[in-house]
């Protein structure tokens, strides 16, 4: 998986909603969108950039000492173990290169060890991931209260549906794609944003599924946040070729 972010199409329906403010809301919401887009950015770029450990010896050291700033991870491979594979995961030194060995072999990344996967485990630093995924959620929260929402209104959403606080994430990106369905926009791109929204309703669907699995696990929330900002981001990707068409 390779770091890839998206920003036109969220752009387009940016600009559709914010001229459905009232021009003293105007400056608001597109500086809560701005700080929110970059949340996504710099989460993005940090998070694949976060240290990764295979070295046993470290490991047992990091244990010993009762360190609590990392998570252990184990990758289930289901195709037959080659040289090639092994060589890959021995350099694995960060989450992109995690992102990238499952994307080359079909492994599973999973947080309990078993007998399939105990021999592919690795170290994750989490001492950032946990502050950035606090960032994602006030960012997110900011942007919603620009919108007009109100912190008890979000708690309820939350609540009525039994998430956790990261779906906060999800609920302003929904918000953001309103401005897709605008009647304003031509047939052809109103096909283009259809085909967008489509692709990130899915994509938000996993992801809320996936956090709630993870059960507040820091690593975990992160990989399945990843994952959804790929899927957003190659979904904009088609949206741009597809706009161009037009």
Do not use: W
Request: proline share 2%.
């Amino acid at each position: 998986m390779k770091k890839i972010f998206f920003t036109t199409a969220l752009f387009i329906l940016g600009v559709t909603l914010f001229n459905s403010c009232k021009k003293g809301e105007l400056e608001n919401v597109f500086d809560a969108e701005e700080q929110f887009l970059f949340a996504l950015k710099l989460f993005e770029d940090n998070f694949f950039a976060t240290p990764v450990n295979s070295n046993t010896d470290n490991r047992e050291v990091l244990r010993t000492q009762g360190s609590s700033n990392f998570e252990t991870i184990y990758l289930d491979v289901f195709s037959e173990i080659t040289p090639t594979i092994l060589s890959m995961f021995e350099n694995i030194r960060t989450m992109q290169d995690v992102l990238n060995f499952r994307d080359h072999t079909g492994a599973g990344i999973e947080y309990t060890a078993t007998e399939t996967n105990v021999r592919f485990q690795l170290d994750v630093d989490i001492s950032d991931i946990e502050m950035e995924l606090n960032s994602m959620v006030s960012a997110a929260k900011q942007y919603l209260h620009a919108v007009g929402l109100k912190e008890q209104e979000i708690q309820e959403m939350l609540t009525n549906k039994d998430l956790p606080e990261l779906a906060v994430i999800s609920i302003a990106i929904d918000y953001q794609l309103e401005g897709l369905t605008s009647p304003s926009l031509t047939s052809c791109r109103r096909a283009c944003s259809d085909s967008f929204t489509e692709t990130v309703n899915i994509a938000a669907l996993g992801f809320m599924t996936g956090i709630v699995g993870c059960s507040g696990k820091p690593i975990c929330s992160g990989v399945v946040l990843a994952i959804y900002i790929a899927s957003i981001a190659y979904a904009d990707k088609h949206f741009n070729e597809c706009v161009a068409k037009c």
